[in-house]
């Protein structure tokens, strides 16, 4: 048994909780898909909570470490990067694949009340994205791509809070239209064109 294990469990775990939910998914069903016996998933996590821990911390080292690729083109100014991570979310939260859906909204409101080890992990990982939101937007400030007048820790988290709300009413009405306004509402608050296009 390896880490390559241990990934393998979450990945699969990942797909599944991130289409059905953590509390509708037993660990039969992981188990079954993963082709991994019982034994071995105790060998790495000690129950259900401590594997739902674990998934959120693999998703947010991945989903912080796209962050960082899309932040890190340095012949893009801040306010071309930030849009590009804009854009990027609408694409990958529009889409009909279980597998790139933002897993903070799948499970922020069940296991914020169902675990409290859980929603400690998710509040740390959500804490992240926000700041390197505000080092971007403050990057924008100081290389003049975007307003001097804004408040870069007040925006990071409008920002995040906004396309979160964003991807729930795209689950819930099915359409790509809640995201694409708010790629509207963000390049507004940027204070930034709305026709101009930040895709390279």
Not at 23 to 34: D, N, P, Q, Y
Not at 70 to 79: C, D, M, V
Not at 117 to 125: D, F, I, P, S, Y
Request: proline share 3%.
């Amino acid at each position: 048994m390896t880490n390559d294990t241990r990934q393998h469990i979450l990945d699969t775990g990942q797909a599944i909780i991130g289409c059905k939910g953590f509390s509708a998914v037993g660990l039969s069903e992981i188990l079954k898909a993963s082709g991994v016996p019982k034994g071995s998933f105790y060998h790495y996590f000690s129950s259900k909570e401590a594997f739902g821990e674990a998934l959120i911390e693999s998703y947010f080292n991945d989903y912080l470490s796209t962050v960082d690729s899309l932040f890190g083109n340095p012949e893009l100014s801040a306010a071309e990067r930030l849009m590009n991570y804009f854009t990027y979310w609408l694409e990958t939260q529009a889409n009909c694949d279980p597998k790139g859906k933002c897993l903070v909204v799948k499970l922020a409101a069940e296991v914020s009340d169902l675990s409290e080890a859980m929603r400690v992990v998710l509040e740390q990982g959500t804490r992240q994205a926000i700041s390197r939101l505000k080092d971007i937007i403050q990057e924008g400030i100081d290389d003049k791509s975007l307003p001097m007048r804004l408040n870069s820790q007040v925006v990071a988290t409008t920002l995040y809070q906004l396309w979160l709300g964003a991807s729930i009413c795209t689950k819930i009405i099915r359409t790509a239209t809640p995201l694409e306004s708010a790629l509207v509402a963000t390049k507004e608050l940027l204070g930034l064109p709305l026709q101009q296009s930040h895709r390279c």
